[in-house]
């Protein structure tokens, strides 16, 4: 007779947690539609913000080592105007970031990535090619974009 007893209160108890069960995982089933509304635009954001740390952290860093030779909005200078409409569509990023990264043997231009004995990092590197690539909006069209002041030599 006690044994029936404590069976059934058992089983009341097993009962209960599996209803509790049921009613989580239903909650769950109703939330995942919304996660899945909202989980994009959220990432969206993320990377929005991402980018835009990267493109300051790169600006910052582009002033100090690039500006002098390619002007202080890509203008060009001794080096190529990185601005233009002619560098940016042709160059993705990868080239960009290996042009910067190993340089132009040869030339000025340096290399700057740290396994090339330059001083930069390659997140350092991504940040200023986010920065150059944040110019391609509104780049103009340059046509002498390789020598822009025509000093020549190339
Ligand atoms: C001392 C001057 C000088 C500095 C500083 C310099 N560059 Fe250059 N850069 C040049 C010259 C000159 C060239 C053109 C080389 C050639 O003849 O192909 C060049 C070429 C480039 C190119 C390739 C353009 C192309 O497609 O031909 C990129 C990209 C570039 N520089 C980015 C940078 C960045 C980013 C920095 C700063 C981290 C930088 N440069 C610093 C002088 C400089």
């Given at each position: 007779m006690a044994e029936r007893t404590y069976d059934a209160e058992l089983e009341q108890e097993t009962n209960r947690w599996m209803w509790w069960g049921l009613a989580i995982m239903a909650i769950m089933v109703a939330i995942f539609p919304l996660y899945r509304i909202y989980e994009p635009s959220a990432r969206a954001d993320a990377r929005d913000l991402q980018e835009a740390s990267l493109v300051e952290q790169g600006g910052a860093i582009y002033s100090l080592n690039c500006a002098s030779c390619h002007?202080?909005?890509?203008?060009?200078?001794?080096?190529?105007?990185?601005?233009?409409q002619q560098f940016l569509t042709a160059a993705v990023d990868r080239q960009v970031s290996g042009l910067i990264a190993?340089?132009?043997?040869?030339?000025?231009?340096?290399?700057?990535?740290l396994d090339f004995g330059?001083?930069?990092?390659s997140e350092q590197i991504e940040a200023i090619t986010t920065f150059l690539r944040?110019?391609?909006?509104?780049?103009p069209d340059v046509e002498?974009?390789?020598d822009p002041l025509g000093l020549g030599g190339g």
């Open positions: 002007g202080q909005d890509g203008e060009g200078g001794l080096g190529p105007a990185l601005n233009s190993v340089g132009v043997p040869g030339t000025q231009m340096g290399a700057y990535s330059g001083p930069f990092t944040a110019w391609e909006e509104d780049a002498n974009w390789r």
